[in-house]
């Protein structure tokens, strides 16, 4: 398994610009979206697909170029997989959904297999990108949870582009000694209060707050604490919960929707909203390391949930090899050894028993029914997704100049 670049000029750069767009400010996420747009045009108008012998071409047969979210999958799956089908997996990693959109819409990114969240899928599909499952290579969808799947099939019409791979809440995770030794050992965590009110981050800033570097789910997000509705079409929203995030954004180190799991783990951090799994793997490493646990809450004023989906691009050149690796993760012992490694929960009913019960019974991650009345799933359309993202850019641009 080959890891972060490939031998492939296309993906090479692809890889490296899915690292440098994650360190830009707003200003030069825009610059450089449109430069890679042009330089791809160029590109392919300058090396048409007929430059590679067909020797190179035979030789790449055996592949898979896989872009997944950073620490979402057990290696050791990726290797066993390699083993049983003789097919080189080149893997490389993302840390947000817009990246990964505008990769797709410039065209041929090089990938056989993408890991976007189901309301990114739904507009990838829209726009062509994606390649419908030929479902009859697809004999493990059998195992997949049919309530799990219903919900998918809400973005993605009779689950025709995608596979759920796991389902993730976006909550709040916060380091329980530090916390103490700030509020008292009595101060009670249910609520986003921490994140958003400035009398609390400003004592927060001395332990360390991060926030995510995505637009949905920090935008949605404050949408739920003003008590307003996380799927707003109303323009005026976004704008009320841009100014929540710029007096926050004074307060945060840093905008990243991958480092602060490490940093919660070392205690350089003390508090962050959070990917489910994310959270628990900060958890899992801030017990071993320094013995303070790391608590994942759904706050009292609720919590947006999704899907990550697998799907296929249009462009992939691997189409056999991607459904081969997608049945492959649908095999319940197959995807339970990947919830029991990255600490999501999957929706494959038959692989639940044998997920780690510490797992299946945080109500964080297998919601309980009572959890599950606080969630919301978000699928804004296009027109709020601009406004989104050009408040976000503004945000991020903002902050990075305090
Ligand atoms: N470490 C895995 C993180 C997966 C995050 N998925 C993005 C969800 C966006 N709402």
Request: proline share 4%.
């Amino acid at each position: 398994m080959s890891s972060g670049s490939s031998g492939h000029s296309g993906r090479t750069a692809s890889a490296a610009f899915l690292y440098s767009f994650s360190l830009l400010n707003g200003v030069g996420r825009l610059a450089l979206a449109a430069l890679v747009g042009v330089a791809a045009v160029i590109v392919s108008t300058l090396m048409p697909n007929d430059v590679f012998a067909s020797e190179q071409v035979k030789k790449d047969e055996n592949s898979l170029y896989i872009l997944n979210w950073s620490d979402y999958i057990d290696p050791s799956v990726l290797k066993d997989f390699e083993k049983e089908y003789n097919i080189k997996i080149h893997y490389d990693v993302m840390y947000s959904n817009e990246v990964l959109e505008a990769k797709l819409m410039v065209g041929k990114s090089g990938y056989d297999i993408i890991a976007p969240s189901a309301h990114v899928l739904k507009r990838l599909a829209e726009n062509g990108l994606l390649l419908p499952l030929d479902k009859s290579k697809l004999k493990n969808l059998s195992h997949m949870d049919e309530d799990k799947m219903a919900k998918a099939a809400t973005v993605d019409k009779d689950n025709t582009y995608g596979i759920p791979y796991m389902e993730l809440s976006t909550g709040l995770a916060y380091n329980k000694t530090k916390i103490a030794a700030l509020f008292g050992k009595d101060f009670k965590v249910d609520s986003w209060d921490l994140l958003f009110k400035e009398e609390y981050l400003k004592k927060l800033q001395s332990c360390g707050v991060a926030a995510l570097d995505s637009p949905s789910d920090m935008l949605c997000t404050a949408l739920l604490y003003m008590g307003r509705d996380p799927e707003s079409t109303n323009k005026q929203d976004y704008t009320d919960a841009a100014h929540m995030m710029h007096a926050m954004g004074k307060y945060v180190r840093y905008f990243h929707s991958a480092q602060y799991s490490n940093d919660l783990a070392s205690g350089d951090i003390c508090l962050a909203p959070a990917w489910a799994g994310d959270a628990q793997l900060a958890n899992q490493r801030s017990l071993e390391a320094k013995g303070e646990e790391i608590v994942y809450i759904i706050p009292k004023e609720g919590a947006l949930m999704g899907y990550d989906m697998l799907a296929i691009p249009k462009d992939a050149e691997h189409v056999d090899n991607a459904h081969l690796f997608l049945d492959y993760i649908m095999r319940p012992e197959v995807i339970a050894k990947i919830s029991n490694y990255v600490r999501y929960a999957n929706a494959n009913k038959d692989a639940t028993p044998l997920v780690d019960p510490e797992i299946t019974s945080n109500p964080g991650i297998y919601y309980d029914k009572e959890t599950l009345k606080r969630m919301h799933i978000v699928v804004p359309p296009t027109e709020v997704e601009r406004i989104m993202t050009r408040t976000w850019n503004n945000v991020i641009s903002a902050s990075s100049e305090k």
